[in-house]
């Protein structure tokens, strides 16, 4: 079965990240820190989710002279609600697993 577009580990923390204040525009800088991704899997994904209209993305100018312009992100309401689907679909893949473990557990003597 192919996996869903949008679903990779990595892909799911930047979307924890981005629903966490989804109207917030945020730098890729705080996005890696926060995610633990290296610029080259943070900013790939940060491409094909702004290519795909799921991410805004515009251009921040320098606040010093000779220092560059940043680039910033934030989540398109398609993207927010893609996101929350996506997210939303992982915890519940956790729970399956989690169940029938719990269901197998001997029961306590009454």
Same mark, same amino acid.
């Given at each position: 079965?192919?996996?869903?577009?949008?679903?990779?580990?990595?892909?799911?923390?930047?979307?924890?990240?981005?629903?966490?204040?989804?109207?917030?525009?945020?730098?890729?800088?705080?996005?890696?820190?926060?995610?633990? *991704? #290296?610029?080259?899997? $943070?900013?790939?994904?940060?491409?094909?989710? %702004? !290519?795909?209209?799921?991410?805004?993305? &515009?251009?921040?100018?320098?606040?010093?002279?000779?220092?560059?312009?940043?680039?910033?992100?934030?989540?398109?309401?398609?993207?927010?609600? *893609? #996101?929350?689907?996506? $997210?939303?679909?992982?915890?519940?893949?956790? %729970? !399956?697993?989690?169940?029938?473990?719990? &269901?197998?557990?001997?029961?306590?003597?009454?």
């Amino acid at each position: 079965m192919p996996r869903l577009p949008h679903t990779s580990p990595q892909t799911l923390l930047v979307f924890e990240c981005l629903l966490a204040a989804p109207d917030a525009w945020r730098y890729g800088y705080d996005l890696s820190r926060e995610t633990g *991704l #290296a610029s080259g899997s $943070l900013y790939p994904i940060l491409m094909r989710l %702004a !290519d795909g209209s799921l991410l805004e993305t &515009r251009w921040e100018p320098a606040e010093q002279p000779g220092r560059p312009p940043r680039h910033l992100y934030r989540l398109t309401p398609d993207g927010a609600a *893609l #996101a929350a689907e996506r $997210l939303a679909r992982r915890a519940a893949a956790e %729970a !399956d697993r989690v169940a029938p473990a719990a &269901r197998l557990r001997p029961r306590a003597a009454s």
